[in-house]
Structures are given as structure tokens and as C-alpha cells.
């Protein structure tokens, strides 16, 4: 280990981030005997691993589970990105905010399989073919080097890559790339000229060695693997038992994989002996090969002064009485006192949060501090509610409490008695510039493929460490210490009993627009609707809309009044576009009697499987004024994944029904101009294996259906059956949303009618090009456009239309449901083209 002895002025407060950075907003932890004896067996094991991938999910989770509960070895998982451009199984949130949801997953995933998380600033831009255009694309350097500050700050002893760093081309160039920067970390992390800002707050680290999580995937097939070469490869079996959780390693890792609820990846739990594979990449190679910490000190000896500690913690282990865990306090605050008198270092702040909270497991403590309201506005008055009991016969003293950043401190020396509740209610009035609370990485404009975090200290955290809490100083015989606990707001539901909610500081008004975009197909004005909300009550003011130059509404400016804290109110705004084409953003602006100018937009994100998140956006919306002609008005729409196709087609005149199972009858159905199926509606809607006869039915009449992107993967129906003709998935993809799209057959009603497509309609999209496309079909298709990746072959099957009988079926691998949600001109006129295809001449 290379050290840096002048890092050391704010390695107190980073080290706060880490073990408590965290724990936001969770039902308090209680401790079980059982949970308490692991606590103290992890407490004698001194080793740490860092396992590194790209998104949510890539994290093998009975690797993670196996290091942090047979092993006991202090473990995290280090994410690139937090999974802001994939799509969301249970909800309408994309981007920005499914990125919040994804985040709140891991975090509940590592609470589950006992791991910590970090992140870098990069963006999931969407699926990469290269590490070269991931790199381009995340600015390699900024997330090497938050790489680097994680390996610093978390100090492993030994790495596992998720992926191969050595197969730039053959998979997600996000992978890849991830392999790729851990690789080129592990020796930066150590060296003092790398990144020497980051040593004002900490250390270098050099980790000991560094491991690739291989599997039969990598190798091909499971044949392949079998037939290997494993001279290199340490086997390691993860399916071991724990009878004092009553679970296997694999029964933990699949609840924790199943915290993956956006994405659909619900697991089932596995019993028996599992086999997992890591191989030997870099630093000093194990004796034992099997044994991933082989020669590395992970005992109390490892740090200066530490023996006698290992000790005390093994008569510890060995006195610990499941029904009397508070019998070791004496040793435990032997230990503590011990901990506490040796010199600042990395192991002393970790085990020392971990003994702390040992202590109060072995004393039943349970200490919590709730808000009378879930939010506050700087300068607002609350009632904070403090609750203290000590449920063993050990002697406590609660000899103050302080809540931080109010300034209010008191002092108390309240002798705690056995089983006695203590209860303390404080009036309190929150600072005029105290920060609102929100998901840092998104209080400040993004960058491509980077999120924009400008405090070292925060970057990498998977979330904000809240300012708002109480620290409770505690006397146990000869040793004091504090307790740090978020304040939290906490309710009776009448059907869920007791939830809590994190508590939030926010602006005293929030401005939000019922659309992220507005569509005018023509000059006719449209009604924009703006809800303002009070964040506290008795507010005035008045709001303008801040249109882009060229548009106008009536009225310019809005008064508006709210007397209560959360009350609500809608102003509408009729809104004229130019006479041309325009595209822009508008961004209302709330101006209070005060002087003070609003702009931020409030949503609120609830799952039952993550707290409830509030996030702060600069209220805006993208306004287009289209050149676009359409024909026919109403369509049923069976959702898939989830998209926000329905409400675009609604911006551009069309009438969109969400069609349910009594709806699929090919009486009814004749009504809709077109059915659209929405995105990865056949991995997802079991039902519509029951419906497809019927829904062919709909277009052998003169019907037209559309259907959306489907996974080769997981399909209810087989791919050879989803159209009346066949044809076949692939994971055929054009990632690059530049890459030039070919008109294939030029003269295609579909093409022409009622909007002349040309190669214009192509510009401006976001994200990627298309994803799935079929690459084998029946002859009755007919390809109209072609687009690739640089340096691939001709991708064909993005758009492929087929006359059925009376009427029209099309299947479309493009990303529509990106493009028209962010309001792409040339997207919208296609598409109304895919619709009104059964209204044009037919040859």
C-alpha cells in the first residue's frame, strides 16, 4: 500500500458519507441474536473487495452475497452508470428518473445480500457496440478517475471485474469498458502523481490483486467451458448454507437480484452447491487459488496496535449467548475503547461503525428521530419527535443531543433505564439557507453521457447524505460514543402500518407541466396546463410561461395564490405557434411577492420496494410546430413494457384508447384506424397469446396493426407467429442515432403518403436507431429502410410492412418510443404514415 500521510483534513467526513451515506429513509434496523453473532464474526475479518460493472444488474449478486456473509469481507459493488437508458416494467418513468428508481434498486438489492454501493458520473446513454464510442461518449478520463477515487476511497484488497477487458467489440461496449477503466485503476489508484486532488481528502491504495468473474457465457457454451483450460481460474462454491438465516448463499443473492423490479428480474432462489469462477487478471497471484484473499492479512494484526483487538472479539465470538446478547458487553466495550485509541486509518472508521452498531443490537437500543411532515422550506418551523429506549439491564446515559445543521444541542444525562421509552418533542425553526434535498447528480445540467458533480466529496455516493439529523451521545460504563440518525418522516397507513418516508427540504413553490412535450401539427393554439404547488403555505405570485421567440400565449403572465402548505392549483396558458416549422423549450419561471424566482418542477416516485423519492427538475418542456398531415382519428393501443407513445399520438390530434382483454374482439377492434401494439408488449403480455388469432382477424378485414420492438428473448408467443407471416428476431441493432437510414423502396405508399418522407426525417433522433430487428422474413414483407453501425452490414429488417387479406401489418424494430416523447419532428411524421397507410390509394 502506497500511502499519502498529509491526506487526512476531511477523511473524517468522507468516511461519514461512506458508512452512513447510505441508510435513507429505511424501517430501523433491529438486530436478531443471530444477525448480531454475524456482526460480531465480521467484525474480526479485516479484508475488502470491490466488484465493477457498467449498469444495474450486470452485479453478480451470489458472488456479492458469499463475500459479505461466509466470507464477512467488507464488499461493494461499483456501477458505471445507473441505468438511465434502459425502460421500466412497472412504471412511466425513463431517463433521469428511471435512473433514480435503478439507483434505489441496488441500494435495496445491497441491503439484501449485505454489500455497499457506488457509482461514477457516467450516463447510460443506451447500448454501445464499442468501448471506443463508449469512451467518446462518457469522457473517458472523468470516469477512470471516478474509479480511481472509489478504489481510494473504499481501499479493496482484491477487484472482480464483471466482464472481459480484453473483448472490445464482442459485447456492450459499456462492459467492456467498464473491465477496461478497473483494469487501468488498479495500478493509477496507487500512485501519487495520478490525480492529486483527490489526495487532499484521501489516500492511495494499491489493492493486492484483481480477478475476472468468468462463466460457460463467456466462453460460448457450456461444452466449451467444460473443455477449458481452468489452470488460471479459482472455483469457488456460493451455494453454501446458513442456518442462522435458514437460507442458502443463492436463496439471499436471488431475493436481492429480484429488487430489480423495473427490469422484470424477479428470481427464483436455488439450494445446493453452485459453482462460481474468477480469473486471475493482475497483482500478486494466490498461493491457495481458491482462496480469493490467499495471503493478504486480514486480521486485527494488519493494522498497527490491532492484535490484542482480534482477540477480545474472538472471546467475544466464542462468549456470545443468543439469548443474552447483551452478556458480552463488558469484552464488546473492551473492544470498542480499544478501536477508538488507535491512530485514524481506514479499518479503525469502519470498525468502529460496525462495533457501534453491535453495541446497540447487544442493548436492544433503538434510537430514531421523526418530522411531524414529510417536507419543509428554509425558515420553516417543525416538530421533531426524538425516541430512546435501552432494552437491556446494561446502564445507559443518554448525555445529549444535538441536531445538526439547526445548532439546537442539549444536554440531557437521562439515565435510560431497562425497557423504559423516552420520548422528546422540540419545536425548531430550519436555517434560511439550508440546501433543498435532492439526487445531486441531477442538480446541475448534464453533459453528454455525464452527469455533472462538481464536490469530490459526493461523487461516486449513490445518493445525498441528508444534513438534517440528530446525534445522540451515549455513555456505556467508561466508553461514550454518538449515534448519527437521519430525521425521517414516519406514518400509520391503515393498511401497511407503519412507513416511513425520507424527510425533504424544498423550495416553497414548485411549478409543473402536464407534458415533456408539445406537438402543434398545425397553427390551431393548444391549451398548456401548469400546476403550481406550495411547499409551505400562505405564498402569492405570478407565473409566465417563457416561451421561445416566435410563440405567444394568452395570458403572457398568470397571478395565482395558495393558501396552504401542498395545496395545488392549475393554470392553463392557450398557446399560438408560428406559421412555420419551430422547434425550442420553454421553461415557466414563478416569481413570489418576495422577489424570489421559482423554477423547479417536484416528482414524487413511490414503489413499494424502495423509499419514496422526491426529485427537484428545472421545469421545462420541448415545443415543436410540425409540417405533418394525418388520416384517420382513433386508435386502440395494447401497452407493452410501458412507452409514452398514447399520450404523444394524443399531442398530434389522435384519439388513443388503452385496449384491455374485453376489448380484443374483432367487432370491436373495427372501429380503430390501427391497433399499435407498444414496445415488448410479446416478452411481457401473457394474454395476448389468447388474442393474436383475433387481432389477425382485425387485419385480414382492413385493419392496420402496428407492432413495436419485442426481445428475441422471453417471447410469449413464438416470433414465427407474431405476424401473419413469418419472421425471425435477432438482436440485430443500430445503436448509433446518427447512422445514415437508407430508403429502400422510395415509391412505398408508406413513404409517401400522407407525408413525403425523406432523409431529413431522419435527423435529430436520440438515443439509438433501432433494437431487435427481425433479419430473416417471409417474402410477403416488404424491407423499406436500411441503416448499420459503422463498419457492420446492412441492418434491413427495421421496418418491414405486409399487405394481410383487407388490410395492413407492420412490425418496426425503430426506436419510436424514444424519438416521439422527445418530440422528433421527422419520428412523428413517420409514424403518422404507419398509421394512415390504410387510408392511402392501394395499388
Known amino acids: ?117 457506488f457509482f461514477t458520473r457516467a450516463n447510460d446513454f443506451g447500448y454501445s457496440k464499442h468501448p471506443d464510442e463508449t469512451f467518446d461518449i462518457w469522457n473517458k478520463e472523468e470516469v477512470l478517475a471516478d474509479v480511481v477515487w472509489t478504489i481510494r476511497k473504499w481501499q479493496p484488497d482484491i477487484i472482480i471485474n464483471r466482464f472481459d477487458h480484453r473483448s472490445p467489440g464482442s459485447t456492450h461496449g459499456h462492459h467492456t469498458g467498464s473491465a477496461m477503466l478497473a483494469m487501468e485503476a488498479f495500478d493509477l489508484a496507487g500512485e501519487t502523481y495520478v490525480y492529486p486532488d483527490q489526495l487532499q481528502h484521501l489516500d492511495t491504495w494499491q489493492p493486492t490483486r484483481q480477478y475476472f468473474n468468468t462463466s460457460w457465457w463467456f466462453y460460448g457454451s457450456q461444452e466449451r467451458f467444460q473443455k477449458a483450460d481452468k489452470t488460471n481460474l479459482s472455483s469457488i462454491d456460493v451455494g453454501v448454507y446458513y442456518p442462522i438465516k435458514g437460507k442458502s448463499n443463492t436463496e439471499i443473492a436471488a431475493e436481492s437480484r429480484s429488487m430489480h423490479k423495473c427490469q422484470g428480474f424477479g428470481s427464483a432462489g436455488t439450494r445446493g452447491s453452485s459453482q462460481e469462477y474468477v480469473e486471475f487478471i493482475n497483482g500478486e497471484r494466490p498461493a491457495d487459488k481458491n482462496d480469493l484473499f490467499s495471503g493478504i492479512n486480514t486480521t486485527w494484526s494488519r493494522v498497527p496496535g490491532g492484535a490484542p483487538i482480534g482477540k477480545i472479539v474472538s472471546a467475544i465470538d466464542e462468549a456470545f449467548d443468543y439469548t443474552d446478547p447483551a452478556a458480552v458487553m463488558p469484552l464488546l466495550l473492551e473492544a470498542y475503547e480499544k478501536i477508538n485509541a488507535l491512530e485514524d486509518g481506514y479499518w479503525k472508521r469502519v470498525k468502529l461503525a460496525e462495533i457501534k452498531d453491535i453495541i446497540q443490537g447487544c442493548m436492544g437500543m433503538f434510537l430514531e428521530a421523526t418530522a411531524d411532515a414529510s417536507s419543509a422550506t428554509p425558515g420553516e418551523e417543525m416538530e421533531i419527535s426524538l425516541e430512546m429506549i435501552n432494552r437491556s439491564d446494561v446502564k445507559a446515559l443518554l448525555k445529549r443531543v444535538q441536531l445538526q445543521p439547526i445548532g439546537f444541542d442539549s444536554t440531557l444525562n437521562l439515565s435510560m433505564d431497562p425497557n423504559q421509552s423516552y420520548k422528546l418533542f422540540q419545536k425548531i425553526t430550519f436555517p434560511e439557507d439550508m440546501n433543498t434535498t435532492n439526487a445531486y447528480w441531477l442538480n446541475k445540467p448534464a453533459k453528454l453521457g455525464m452527469y455533472t458533480v462538481e464536490d469530490q466529496l459526493l461523487k461516486g455516493l449513490p445518493e445525498t447524505p441528508r444534513e438534517f439529523r440528530v446525534v445522540f451521545e451515549i455513555a456505556v460504563g467508561s466508553a461514550t460514543f454518538e449515534v448519527t440518525k437521519e430525521v425521517v418522516f414516519k406514518r400509520t397507513d391503515p393498511v401497511k402500518g407503519e412507513v416511513y418516508q425520507p424527510f425533504e427540504i424544498t423550495p416553497p413553490v414548485f411549478v409543473n407541466i402536464s407534458e415533456p412535450v408539445y406537438i402543434f401539427a398545425s397553427e390551431a393554439p393548444q391549451t398548456i396546463s401548469l400546476t403550481l404547488k406550495a411547499g409551505k403555505a400562505d405564498i402569492k405570485g405570478s407565473v409566465d410561461l417563457g416561451l421561445p421567440e416566435g410563440w405567444r400565449s394568452e395570458p403572457a403572465q398568470a397571478e395565482f395564490g395558495l393558501g396552504l402548505k401542498s395545496a395545488e392549483t392549475s393554470i392553463l396558458f392557450k398557446v399560438y405557434p408560428p406559421a412555420g416549422a419551430s422547434e425550442g ?29 422526491t426529485v427537484l427538475q428545472e421545469a421545462s418542456s420541448r415545443i415543436v410546430k410540425l409540417d405533418l398531415e394525418k388520416r384517420g382519428d382513433r386508435i386502440g393501443y395494447i401497452m407493452g413494457a410501458g412507452d409514452a407513445i398514447p399520450q404523444s399520438l394524443e399531442q398530434i390530434g389522435y384519439q388513443v384508447d388503452l385496449l384491455s382483454d374485453a376489448d380484443m374482439d374483432p367487432s370491436n377492434l373495427k372501429k380503430y384506424d390501427a391497433v399499435i401494439v407498444g414496445v415488448r408488449a410479446y416478452n411481457t403480455n401473457l394474454r395476448l397469446r389468447f388474442h393474436q388469432d383475433k387481432l389477425m382477424s382485425y387485419v385480414e378485414q382492413g385493419g392496420t396493426m402496428i407492432v413495436q420492438y419485442n426481445t428475441s428473448r422471453g417471447l410469449k408467443v413464438p416470433s414465427e407467429e407474431i405476424g401473419p407471416y413469418p419472421f425471425k428476431l435477432s438482436r440485430d441493432r443500430v445503436a448509433a442515432e446518427k447512422a445514415e437510414v437508407r430508403i429502400l423502396k422510395p415509391n412505398h405508399s408508406v413513404l409517401n403518403f400522407p407525408n413525403q418522407i425523406t432523409n431529413k426525417d431522419f435527423e435529430d433522433w436520440v438515443q439509438e436507431r433501432g433494437l431487435y430487428f427481425p433479419n430473416e422474413w417471409d417474402p410477403a414483407y416488404t424491407a423499406i429502410l436500411s441503416s448499420n453501425d459503422p463498419g457492420e452490414d446492412p441492418k434491413n429488417g427495421g421496418l418491414l410492412v405486409a399487405n394481410y387479406g383487407k388490410g395492413h401489418y407492420i412490425y418496426t424494430g425503430y426506436s419510436w418510443f424514444r424519438e416521439l416523447p422527445a418530440g422528433v419532428p421527422g419520428a412523428f411524421r413517420i409514424f403518422a404514415n404507419l398509421i394512415s397507410i390504410g387510408k392511402s390509394p392501394r395499388p
Not at 458519507?17 to 436478531?32: E, I, N, R
Not at 454475524?38 to 475479518?45: A, Q, R
Request: proline share 5%; net charge positive.
Open 1 to 117: 500500500m502506497k500511502a499519502n500521510p498529509t491526506a487526512r483534513p476531511l477523511f473524517a467526513i468522507l468516511c461519514f458519507f461512506l458508512v452512513l451515506g447510505t441508510l435513507s429513509a429505511q424501517v430501523p434496523k433491529k438486530w436478531t441474536s443471530g444477525e448480531i453473532h454475524e456482526g460480531i464474526k465480521k467484525l474480526n475479518f479485516l479484508g475488502s473487495a470491490l466488484y465493477v460493472a457498467a449498469h444495474p444488474d450486470d452485479e453478480n449478486t451470489r458472488l456479492i452475497a458469499y463475500l459479505a456473509n461466509e466470507l464477512h469481507a467488507h464488499t461493494a459493488y461499483l456501477s458505471m452508470t445507473r441505468g438511465d437508458g434502459g425502460q421500466n416494467l412497472i412504471g412511466p418513468e425513463i431517463r433521469e428518473l428511471l435512473g433514480v428508481i435503478r439507483t434505489q434498486e441496488l441500494l435495496a438489492a445491497r441491503r439484501t445480500d449485505g454489500g455497499h454501493q
Open 585 to 613: 423549450r420553454f421553461s415557466p419561471k414563478v416569481s413570489l411577492d418576495n422577489g424570489q424566482v421559482y423554477s423547479r418542477s417536484l416528482v414524487t416516485i413511490a414503489y413499494d420496494h424502495i423509499p419514496t423519492q
